[in-house]
């Protein structure tokens, strides 16, 4: 069963699904700049100028030049549309050093770019141990060659600042090339490594996100989804990236609803709000005492709460309720959503105070 939109791939054992680009439908605009958008390893994009007027359409390989040497990746942008990406991503535009494309890619060049790629994983495991080695308080989670073979970028992750100048110059001399270290986060790592997100789709991070922003904890809760963060994290342990698509429209959303929802008082008892689906606009009450569970729509909040103001406490009917059945979680302390947000250290100390050592016992 497949949808409009997207088609599998499977050439040479490797399947993949390639999801519709709305982007090619687009005219071309390459006359109104010569800045080109080309994608490199990964997510990795940087930005160049056409200045020889060469016909490049997205999906093209080029070659294109670097301080020294050449790279070779794909066009992804052209013309209008690459020049905004620029202003948008490249906060000092002005300052920013653009090299230029020398020309689209021959047969020579693609070999010489897989005989560089061929080089990446064994070069990644002798450089994982060096760190060790040298005893440095960090990880290597990619390398990634450039297309001359002559200059590789080493991804490192690392909680703190890491003095690697010893380690460069071992690199330099175990593999005889250019040394380049950036350091990257656990977006970024899980983005170079890539996998199938929970929704079925290869991850974001490495398909066409490129920035990364930390999330908080509100954004789930705004949108009143799960607090267990085994189900909010992502394959990078952090909170899943697709929780900021659609909070913007929750937050619009909230606002018709009141700052504080206060608990009814009906003929049958106190109602206490449990929770608000904002794009239904309904709230789901809780009576007092094991009453039941119902929802009611905004509108009848409202009036509810100007009856209660006059004294009145309506009887809801059965028309005005919707009961559903609503699994209540306990959520332990270690799939709390807001882990994220705190001090593993002060948790992990708080658990370990709780288990005291069992006495030994003496032999017979």
Same mark, same amino acid.
């Given at each position: 069963m497949s949808c409009t939109g997207c088609s599998f791939n499977n050439t040479a054992g490797n399947l993949s699904i390639n999801s519709y680009s709305w982007l090619d439908e687009l005219p071309d605009t390459s006359d109104q700049s010569d800045i080109v958008e080309v994608k490199f390893k990964s997510t990795r994009k940087e930005y160049y100028k056409n200045s020889d007027k060469i016909d490049l359409k997205r999906?093209?390989?080029?070659v294109v030049a670097t301080a020294p040497g050449h790279d070779v990746g794909e066009v992804t942008l052209t013309g209008y549309l690459a020049e905004k990406q620029f202003k948008l991503k490249i906060k000092n535009s002005e300052s920013y050093r653009m090299n230029s494309v020398y020309r689209k890619s021959t047969a020579a060049d693609v070999a010489l770019l897989q005989n560089s790629r061929n080089r990446e994983k064994p070069v990644m495991i002798r450089a994982r141990q060096i760190v060790l080695e040298l005893g440095l308080d960090m990880k290597i989670g990619d390398v990634e060659f450039r297309g001359d073979g002559k200059k590789a970028i080493f991804y490192y992750l690392a909680d703190?600042?890491?003095?690697?100048?010893?380690? %460069? *110059?071992?690199?330099?001399?175990?593999?005889? %090339?250019?040394?380049?270290? *950036?350091?990257?986060?656990?977006?970024q790592e899980a983005g170079i490594v890539g996998g199938i997100g929970s929704c079925g789709r290869e991850l974001c991070c490495s398909s066409w996100r490129t920035n990364f922003k930390s999330i908080s904890s509100n954004?789930?809760?705004? #949108?009143? @989804?799960? $607090?267990?963060? @085994? *189900?909010?994290?992502?394959? +990078?342990?952090?909170?899943? +990236? +697709?929780?900021?698509?659609? @909070?913007?429209?929750? %937050?619009?959303? #909230?606002?018709?609803? $009141?700052?504080?929802?206060?608990?009814?008082?009906?003929?049958?008892? %106190?109602?206490? $709000?449990? *929770?608000?689906?904002?794009?239904k606009k309904e709230i789901c009450y809780i009576m007092e005492g094991g009453g039941g569970m119902f929802y009611l729509s905004l509108q009848q909040v409202?009036?509810?709460? #100007?009856?209660n103001k006059r004294g009145i406490r309506p009887e809801i009917g059965s028309a005005g309720e919707k009961a559903k059945e609503e699994n209540q979680m306990e959520v332990k302390l270690d799939e709390r959503l807001d882990r994220f947000d705190k001090n593993k250290r002060s948790i992990n100390k708080k658990r370990r105070s709780k288990f005291k050592p069992r006495p030994a016992e003496s032999g017979k």
């Open positions: 999906g093209d390989k080029v703190g600042r890491v003095d690697f100048r010893e380690l %460069i *110059k071992v690199y330099a001399r175990e593999f005889g %090339i250019l040394i380049e270290m *950036k350091q990257i986060g656990a977006r954004a789930a809760l705004t #949108q009143g @989804l799960s $607090p267990s963060a @085994l *189900k909010m994290a992502g394959a +990078c342990g952090k909170l899943k +990236c +697709c929780l900021m698509y659609e @909070l913007d429209t929750y %937050i619009e959303a #909230q606002k018709d609803f $009141p700052r504080e929802l206060l608990n009814l008082e009906l003929a049958k008892g %106190i109602a206490r $709000p449990f *929770k608000t689906d904002y794009l409202k009036d509810i709460i #100007q009856k």
